[in-house]
Nanobody, 124 residues
Framework: QVQLVESGGGLVQPGGSLRLSCAAS????????MGWYRQAPGKQRELVAH???????NYADSVKGRFTISRDNAKNTVYLQMNSLKPEDTAVYYC??????????????????WGQGTQVTVSS
């Protein structure tokens, strides 16, 4: 199976920056998409940004121009650089990765995993 470990959340003042990381480990054979979602209290989980096939990048309109998603293929890690943070960015941020993992020999299965979540709080 595949495990995801997130890091980088915390408390920051409005206008500040944070960088989130999410490292995938396990018998990973290939990764299709890597992305970040967030869920604020009382709201549904929403897409923040994702990278598909290492090429296609999408951002939520609310974060365009402020957040940047990137991926390190060698480390199976996805990052989210968050600049000019606003109080409305406060949420638990989750990474999501899907792809395939080896089950032995030539056999493999697909996976879609979520990270444990990391709290981002933007407040003065």
């Amino acid at each position: 199976q595949v495990q995801l470990v997130e890091s980088g959340g915390g408390l920051v003042q409005p206008g500040g920056s944070l960088r989130l990381s999410c490292a995938a480990s396990g018998s990973i054979r290939s990764i299709n998409s890597m992305g970040w979602y967030r869920q604020a209290p009382g709201k549904q989980r929403e897409l923040v940004a994702h990278i598909i096939s290492g090429v296609i990048i999408n951002y939520a309109d609310s974060v365009k121009g402020r957040f940047t998603i990137s991926r390190d293929n060698a480390k199976n890690t996805v990052y989210l650089q968050m600049n000019s943070l606003k109080p409305e960015d406060t949420a638990v941020y989750y990474c999501n990765v899907d792809g395939t993992y080896s089950t032995g020999g030539l056999y493999y299965k697909t996976f879609a995993s979520w990270g444990q979540g990391t709290q981002v709080t933007v407040s003065s």
